[in-house]
């Protein structure tokens, strides 16, 4: 049998962008809930959701890494450097080739996909998309930019 081990917490969250953060919301009750800011509601009955707050991608990633990577890629990123900061891992000491990544996602970039469409609806007709459309979108590449960021095979 082979064992799996956690050894580092990471997090991004309605109510915390780092487990320091999300812990002492959970302690002092801190709901998630709040107003929709990400789109307009005006045609929807629900008003509020829990969406992540106050994640700013610009004092995290560099200009290129933001272009090329939608958000929930960048949420992946984020939370995965924090586990890796937390479990103090040296990947240089350890054997990449047995090392995987698991992330799980119910659905890749959606805001990429909405922002696309959104620009061709609101264009001239012609079909012209991001190259970044296609990979900011598959819900595998946040399991696959980790892997490559640190080197694992």
Known sequence: ???????????????????????????????GAAPITRFDTTHFKTKFACEVKNF????????NEIRKYDLFTQYALHATDEAI??????????????IGVIWGCG???ISTFEE????YKLGNGSPRFSPFFIPKRIVNIASGVISIKYGLR
């Open 1 to 31: 049998m082979k064992r799996v081990v956690i050894t580092g917490l990471g997090a991004v969250t309605p109510i915390g962008n780092s487990v320091q953060e999300y812990w002492n919301s959970l302690i002092n009750g801190v709901s």
């Open 56 to 63: 700013d991608a610009q004092h995290i990633f560099e200009k």
């Open 85 to 98: 900061k937390n479990a103090n891992i040296n990947f240089e000491n350890l054997n990449k080739n047995r």
């Open 107 to 109: 659905d890749g970039g």
């Open 116 to 119: 696309q469409f959104g620009e």
